[in-house]
């Protein structure tokens, strides 16, 4: 099997089950959305992954090899977290310079061209760059190891809304001349909608979702207009949100709209965020 597997997969943190038989296939050129709220075990899955963790129990495999441990397919996964494993007193172009050491692939011309366009020095120390900037340096140097397999935890920390799309842009413009397996954990979810091809959503550590984007957003849809209506409408239907403004209201519906009783009111795609918090909102489960 191609791209990296996740088998059986479980981890403990002393009374605290992190991650729980957790089966994952990552494809080859894919973009994934790895999504989950704070403890749902996304960062322990992606440091198990990368070797930074051992799990008690399953493994990680690459082309059907165990990945931990392998210094010959390592080098083929890159994961920025928040996590700076290099010197802090190391300035930007001289992580750039070492990172060839161990990602031969490495495009140091193209690295020092986004620091241009992220405008940050390579000069600086990385210890003295702020919450933002250290991001940026980490993410320009996920653009540049080019390798195939790319996992972005939290890329987008402390950064400002310019930076945050200029960095999509370049994910996807990357991705479009050279495609390759991006896996994109984020709570900034609106934002990364527009990129993701396959979602995985994970609850207390175990997989509740794992298919593509367009087949999740079919499972509801939006119904918006007066709001007598559309209470009228939602009656017998199961609903996982409300907005209301004025005399207007718009509802979260899942299943499929029924024609025959949609006069007055307008249908519209669901949005991945408020799905996402329907299947991740303990109060609301059954």
């Known amino acids: 099997m191609t791209g990296i597997e996740v088998r059986d997969v479980s981890k403990t943190f002393g009374d605290t089950k992190a991650l729980s038989h957790v089966d994952l296939h990552f494809e ?49 996964c890159f994961l920025v977290n928040e996590s700076n494993l290099y010197p802090e007193g190391m300035k930007v172009k001289d992580a750039f310079r070492w990172s060839r050491q161990f990602y031969p692939d490495f495009d140091e011309a193209y690295a020092k061209e ?16 702020s919450t933002g900037y250290q991001s940026i340096f980490k ?35 990357k991705y479009a001349e050279n495609p390759f397996t991006a896996v994109i954990s984020t709570h900034l979810i609106e934002e990364a909608a527009n990129i993701i091809e396959q979602v ?13 984007m367009e087949s999740l957003l079919e499972s509801g849809y ?33 299943g499929k709209p029924d024609q025959k009783h949609l006069d007055g009111l307008e249908v519209s795609r669901m949005d991945l965020q408020r799905l996402f918090i329907h299947l991740t909102d303990h109060a609301g489960r059954r």
């Open 28 to 76: 080859e050129n894919t973009i994934y959305g790895l999504l989950g709220r704070n403890g749902a075990g996304k960062s322990t899955l992606l440091n198990i992954i990368h070797n930074r963790l051992f799990p008690d129990s399953g493994k990680v495999l690459m082309e059907e090899e165990v990945l931990a441990e392998n210094a010959s397919l390592l080098p083929r």
């Open 114 to 129: 986004l620091c241009r366009l992220f405008e940050l020095p390579v000069k600086k120390k990385i210890k003295s760059l």
């Open 139 to 173: 993410n320009i140097t996920a653009l540049s190891v080019n390798v195939p397999f790319v996992f972005l935890d939290e890329p987008v920390l402390g950064l400002d809304a310019y930076h945050r799309d200029l960095f999509y842009k370049l994910l996807i413009e």
């Open 200 to 212: 995985i959503v994970l609850r207390e550590g175990q997989i509740i979702r794992n298919e593509s």
């Open 222 to 254: 939006c119904i918006s207009g007066p709001a007598a209506q559309v209470d009228a409408y939602i009656r017998t239907r199961e609903v996982i949100g409300m907005d209301t403004l004025g005399g207007l209201k718009t509802a979260y519906v899942t």
